[in-house]
């Protein structure tokens, strides 16, 4: 039997490779400029359209596991709402939200906001808080109700959560004269608290006093600080000392002039002149004054700050630091409506100057 011939040996056949798993799919992450519609915001939590829209307008029928979803994937991505009308269009109404409607000051603000709103016929909602600086929970689910252009927030302010919320949903805010710091993502217009107040101090040292009082507004507010930071400046500047009786922490109503003045008027050595820490407070200053029979500004110089009527009006005429409310209102309403549009904002706090306007209510002191 004839063997079979030798084989050349075989090389060893490598095992196939395994297949590389597939990569997961990944969302984007969050783009803050560049927010999703309603749609998209449906199907990344997996819930409908409809569910989607009750959680953007604040309305019931939605268990909390739900709600708490849809508002995770609108904290992270935001929301794209359709632009407002331009002129002539149907549009949304502006809220604009007061810590309190009381006296001049809202007067000033809502005749700069309307000054806009009037060129791109928006309708003004207006809400009070009753005195406090932060917006609560209920008149926060009422503007997610409204479904506003925007809101412009007048010496208060919706919390950070609050903001972040609104911003998420489209509805763009704009501070006016913010009580406190702004945040990295708020939109603020100010004005130059603390220079017009320094100002008013160098105002009344050139003419010659030395014992420069001051009723400071709400140590809580950033233009209270900020007004009594200008008063120390400038005793500091002058080489004048500050004097602790002198400093009086106040507020901003009538009766908190009238207090600490006549208290500061009792002192064994009182001051030759009062700032003041609004035209309200002065108008206080006055009275205290007129019970304890010193003349302005004979023998007391009174300074004010706002310039809001009847300032001009009072005997003698107030001199003050005017505050541009209205145009603040009106620069900030303009924002909001920009801002609705989808344009963009180039900075993210406005301030303007506050100018000192002399009357009659500063003299040179007693000898």
Not at 52 to 80: C, D, L, M, Q, W
Not at 150 to 155: H, M, P, R, S, T
Not at 159 to 181: F, K, N, Y
Request: proline fraction near 11%; include cysteine; charge should be positive.
């Amino acid at each position: 039997m004839t063997p079979h011939a030798a084989q050349p040996p075989r090389e060893p056949v490598p095992a196939p490779a395994p297949e590389a798993a597939p990569e997961p799919e990944r969302e984007p992450e969050p783009v803050r400029d560049r927010p999703v519609t309603a749609a998209r915001i449906a199907e990344l939590a997996g819930v409908s359209p409809s569910t989607v829209s009750k959680v953007i307008n604040g309305r019931p029928g939605v268990g909390p596991g739900t709600r708490a979803a849809v508002e995770e994937v609108i904290g992270r991505y935001g929301f794209r709402r359709r632009p407002v009308a331009a002129k002539g269009g149907v549009t949304r109404p502006l809220e604009v939200v007061f810590h309190e409607l009381a006296g001049p000051y809202p007067v000033a603000v809502l005749n700069g906001v309307q000054r806009v709103a009037r060129e791109h016929r928006l309708a003004v909602v207006l809400s009070e808080l009753q005195g406090d600086h932060t917006t609560g929970g209920g008149w926060f689910e009422d503007v997610l109700m409204r479904r506003p252009t925007g809101v412009v927030a007048v010496f208060s302010g919706p919390t950070e959560a609050q903001s972040h919320r609104l911003r998420a949903r489209g509805i763009p805010v704009v501070l006016v004269d913010p009580t406190g710091e702004t945040g990295c993502h708020s939109l603020a217009v100010t004005t130059g608290n603390r220079a017009g107040a320094r100002d008013a101090v160098r105002h009344l040292l050139g003419l010659g006093h030395r014992r420069v009082a001051v009723i400071t507004g709400p140590p809580s507010t950033l233009s209270g600080r900020a007004r009594l930071h200008g008063y120390q400046d400038a005793l500091r500047q002058a080489g004048v000392p500050i004097a602790p009786e002198l400093v009086r922490t106040g507020g901003f109503r009538v009766e908190d002039g009238l207090r600490h003045a006549r208290d500061l008027l009792r002192l064994p050595e009182p001051p030759t002149a009062v700032c003041a820490p609004n035209d309200g407070a002065a108008i206080g200053v006055y009275q205290a004054a007129a019970e304890a029979g010193r003349e302005i500004p004979r023998e007391l110089s009174v300074v004010g700050f706002d310039d809001f009527f009847p300032s001009a009006w009072l005997v003698p005429p107030l001199t003050t630091v005017r505050q541009p409310l209205t145009e603040m209102a009106a620069a900030a309403t303009a924002m909001v409506v920009s801002l609705a549009r989808g344009r963009e904002i180039p900075g993210r706090r406005v301030e303007f100057a506050a100018e000192l306007v002399v009357r009659g209510s500063t003299a040179p002191p007693p000898r």
